[in-house]
């Protein structure tokens, strides 16, 4: 189980983003990467294409590892960590106040 998942509130710990806040979008979990919404922005130039008839340069975003992203729980960046619920199911807890995140 991951600490991260898609759909997360997460903020950016290091690097040139450093400070910014995003939703993941998607996972890479062989590469432990995530795609975040509006960070690590890249220019792309596109041919034309069926999908995209016109062609042209788009911004994409690309990935950035887990360990620069921090989980936002309740407005604030929290420390997760894991406990095992009274149904025997593995939770997402945050570690300084015990709290469950799912």
């Known amino acids: 189980m991951n600490r991260i998942k898609k759909d997360d509130s997460v903020k950016v710990i290091s690097g040139n983003y450093k400070g ?7 996972i890479l979990k062989v590469k432990n990467r995530a795609i975040v919404e509006g960070i690590n922005l890249a220019k792309k130039h596109m041919r034309p294409s069926q999908e995209n008839p016109q062609g042209g340069i788009i911004e994409k975003e690309l990935s950035i590892h887990m360990s620069n992203l921090m989980l936002i729980n309740k407005g604030k960046p929290v420390k997760v960590g894991f406990s095992i619920d ?4 593995k939770t997402r807890v945050n570690r300084q106040n015990g709290e469950s995140i799912d």
């Not at 910014?20 to 998607?26: D, F, H, L, P, S």
């Open 20 to 26: 910014k806040t995003g939703r993941v979008i998607k």
């Open 86 to 89: 009274k149904n025997g199911k």
